[in-house]
C-alpha cells in the first residue's frame, strides 16, 4: 500500500493539535505505472515494424532495387510490416476509445444473419488457408446487444480462430442460452494453446510462447485484451478452453439485458 500523508498543525490557546490526513493512493500508483508499462510496451513494438520498413527501404534505394528477386522479396516485407503496424495503432487508438468510455446501446439483433454477414469478409483468407466455417447459430434467435461491441469482440475471436488454425481446420460458431446470459461460442480446430499461456493470454502485448506463433503468424498481442475489456464493460465473462494441437474454445457470456437499455 502506498500512502499520501498531509500534516495540518493547530494551536488554540495552549492546546496544540496535529491533524495527520492518510490517503491512500495505491490505485492511482498503480494506473500510471500501468500506462507507463503499456506505452514502454507500445512504443517498442512500434520501432520493430518501422525499423524493418526503414531498413529495408534504405537497402533498395542504396541498389538492391536493380536486382528483380530482391526487390520482390523486401517489398513484401515492407507490405507485411506495414500491415502489423496499421493494426497495432488500429489496437491501441480501439484501446484508448474503449478507456474513454463509451456509451453502449442494446437493440434485438438477428444473430444467425448477422454472424453470416460478418463472416462474407472473411471468404477469401478461409479460401486462401483451405478452412471450412460452420454457423450453427439457430435461425430464430434473437439477442438484446450492441452491435458495435459485438462485432469488435466477434471479429477478434474469428480472426484468430483462422490465423491460429491448422490446414484443412474447422471454425464453429454456436450459442447457448439460460435465465442469465446467453453465450457466443466460437471454437477451433487449431494449434491450440499450452496450459501456462492461458492465463496469460488476455494480458496486452502477450503472445503465446509458441515459435509456430512467433514466427508464423503476424499479430500486436492486444486482439484478446480488448475483447477482455469490452467484455467486462458490458459486464460479461469470457471462458477458453484449450489443448495443444487439437483446438480452442472461446465461449464469451453475455448478460441478458433489455432492449433499449443503456450502460
Ligand atoms: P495476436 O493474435 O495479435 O497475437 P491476441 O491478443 O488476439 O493477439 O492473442 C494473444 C495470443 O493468444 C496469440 O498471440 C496466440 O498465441 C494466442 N491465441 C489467441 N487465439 C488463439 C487461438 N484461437 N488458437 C491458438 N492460439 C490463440
Given amino acids: 500500500v502506498t500512502w499520501d500523508t498531509s500534516i495540518i498543525?493547530?494551536?488554540?490557546?495552549?492546546?496544540?493539535?496535529?491533524?495527520?490526513?492518510?490517503?491512500?493512493?495505491?490505485?492511482?500508483?498503480n494506473v500510471k505505472q500501468m500506462q507507463i508499462d503499456f506505452l514502454r510496451n507500445a512504443s517498442h513494438e512500434l520501432k520493430t515494424p518501422i525499423t524493418a520498413i526503414s531498413g529495408f527501404t534504405k537497402t533498395l534505394l542504396s541498389g538492391a532495387m536493380d536486382d528483380k528477386k530482391s526487390l520482390v522479396e523486401f517489398l513484401k516485407i515492407i507490405d507485411q510490416q506495414s500491415d502489423q503496424l496499421a493494426s497495432l495503432v488500429q489496437d491501441v487508438l480501439t484501446i484508448s476509445h474503449i478507456q474513454n468510455g463509451t456509451n453502449y446501446v442494446y437493440k434485438p439483433l438477428a444473430l444467425h444473419d448477422f454472424v453470416n454477414s460478418e463472416l462474407k469478409s472473411y471468404d477469401s483468407m478461409l479460401a486462401n488457408n483451405h478452412l471450412t466455417i460452420h454457423n450453427q447459430i439457430p435461425e430464430h434467435v434473437e439477442v438484446n446487444t450492441d452491435t458495435t461491441i459485438l462485432t469488435r469482440i466477434l471479429r477478434n475471436l474469428?480472426?484468430?480462430?483462422?490465423?491460429?488454425?491448422?490446414?484443412?481446420g474447422e471454425i464453429t460458431i454456436s450459442y447457448d442460452d439460460n435465465d442469465s446470459y446467453w453465450q457466443l461460442i466460437v471454437s477451433d480446430t487449431g494449434i491450440g494453446i499450452a496450459q501456462k499461456d492461458i492465463s496469460r493470454l488476455f494480458e496486452r502485448f502477450y503472445r503465446a510462447d509458441d515459435?509456430?506463433?512467433?514466427?508464423?503468424?503476424?499479430?500486436?498481442?492486444l486482439g484478446l485484451s480488448i475483447v477482455k475489456e469490452m467484455v467486462d464493460a458490458i459486464g460479461g465473462t469470457i471462458h477458453v478452453k484449450s489443448q495443444?494441437?487439437?483446438?480452442?474454445?472461446?465461449?464469451?457470456?453475455?448478460?441478458?439485458?433489455?432492449e433499449d437499455s443503456q450502460t
Wanted: hydrophobic share 35%.
Fill in 9 to 29: 498543525f493547530n494551536q488554540l490557546d495552549k492546546d496544540f493539535h496535529i491533524l495527520v490526513i492518510m490517503y491512500d493512493i495505491s490505485d492511482i500508483i
Fill in 158 to 168: 474469428v480472426s484468430n480462430a483462422i490465423k491460429y488454425n491448422q490446414p484443412n
Fill in 211 to 221: 515459435s509456430r506463433t512467433k514466427q508464423k503468424v503476424s499479430g500486436t498481442g
Fill in 244 to 258: 495443444r494441437g487439437v483446438g480452442s474454445t472461446f465461449t464469451v457470456e453475455f448478460p441478458l439485458v433489455d
